[in-house]
């Protein structure tokens, strides 16, 4: 069993429109819900290939009922915190090329009550002892940058495996308290060492850095790129072609949870790897933030290398 904590859940519109001009009416040629946030997409693509998943949320508001309505049908057993907010409402305009416009609301204010009811909520999920606990995606208003960091602690102190995959300032204090596992995209690893990165080698280097400071295991997602998985003894590249994108969003939470998924079955890193990329590569062939399952990933060719080209220049 596998908990995600996501502190900021949404409900996902995904609306596909022939070319996106700023200040235009657009008539949408499709759309579609999904239930989401990093952490709830974990639970789903984890769900879909039949582990048990425990999503960790703040519910409030009609989309919070929606979200808890549209999560529990896909099999993930849900932990509501009750909150007097509305889950926000995120909207990504998808072009016929695969290019995506995402907006994303701030979320609700979080009271401090239901901030303590939310970490209460993670530390009960923490006693059923799964294989890993995860928390993922932004805060929301009203929460403290430590609740990754605090996260992080109190797995360890349970001898529980932590993954986080969050940005900024929140991302930052928990390296700082030792995780398991971060998954950074490219901006986000750029951000938190301060630097570009425009070859393969600078992220590599940036990878080693925070595994020297104590994160035992870096996957950097690289979009069309692959992957990149540093640890202390260990360094590869994974990559999949995709032909035809259709919507990139989720794609790395799809990732992070083919990765968990192999490690808590057993695999080794590079193995879990080579699904984490497979998983990401199926995503992104989906439409929306579509999670795969195993007929969707089944099939896919991942190329892993331990002697990756550090010269591969990097797109922005
Ligand atoms: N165009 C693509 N072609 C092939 N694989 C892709 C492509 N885009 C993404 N992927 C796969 O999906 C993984 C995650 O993508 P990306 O780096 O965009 O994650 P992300 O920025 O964290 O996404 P999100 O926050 O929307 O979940 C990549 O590591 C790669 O394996
Ligand atoms: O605003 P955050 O928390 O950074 O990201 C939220 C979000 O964009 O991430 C998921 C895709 O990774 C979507 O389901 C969701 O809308």
Same mark, same amino acid.
């Given at each position: ?25 657009? /008539? *949408?040629?499709?759309? &579609? #819900?999904?239930?989401?946030?990093? @952490? %709830?997409?974990?639970? $789903? +693509?984890? =769900? !879909? ?106 797995? /360890? *102190?349970?001898?529980? &495996? #932590?993954?986080?995959?969050?940005? @900024? %300032?929140?991302?930052? $204090? +928990?390296? =700082? !308290? ?111 933030? &579509? ?26």
């Amino acid at each position: 069993m596998i908990v995600t904590l996501t502190p900021n859940p949404s409900i996902d519109r995904t609306v596909s429109i022939s070319h996106l001009e700023r200040g235009e009416v657009h /008539r *949408a040629t499709s759309s &579609r #819900v999904d239930p989401g946030g990093k @952490g %709830v997409n974990v639970s $789903r +693509a984890l =769900a !879909a290939h039949g582990l048990h998943s425990v999503a960790v949320l703040p519910a409030g508001g009609a989309e919070g009922a929606l979200l808890e309505r549209l999560l529990t049908s896909t099999g993930v057993e849900v932990l509501p915190v009750p909150i007097g907010g509305s889950v926000r409402a995120n909207v990504a305009l998808v072009e016929p090329d695969g290019t995506t416009t995402k907006v994303n609301e701030p979320g609700p204010t979080l009271t401090t009550a239901e901030l303590s009811s939310l970490v209460a909520g993670a530390a009960t999920a923490l006693m059923r002892g799964p294989s890993w606990v995860v928390g993922c995606g932004s805060l929301p208003p009203g929460v403290d940058d430590e609740l990754y960091a605090g996260l992080v602690r109190r797995a /360890r *102190a349970a001898g529980v &495996r #932590v993954a986080v995959d969050t940005s @900024g %300032v929140p991302l930052a $204090r +928990a390296v =700082a !308290a030792g995780p398991d596992l971060i998954k950074p995209n490219h901006e986000e690893l750029a951000e938190l060492v301060g630097a570009a990165l425009p070859t393969l080698a600078d992220v590599h280097t940036a990878a080693k850095g925070l595994v020297g400071q104590g994160v035992r295991t870096v996957v950097v997602s690289l979009g069309r790129h692959g992957a990149l998985l540093v640890t202390d003894g260990l360094t590869a590249h994974g990559h999949a072609v995709v032909d035809r994108p259709l919507s990139t969003v989720g794609a790395g939470d799809a990732l992070l949870a083919g990765y968990l998924h192999a490690t808590a079955t057993g695999s080794a890193p590079d193995s879990a790897l080579a699904a984490g990329v497979a998983w990401g590569a199926a995503a992104v062939g989906l439409p929306g933030s &579509r999670m795969p399952t195993p007929g969707d990933v089944h099939g896919i060719p991942v190329l892993v290398t331990h002697h990756p080209d550090l010269t591969l220049r990097l797109a922005p």
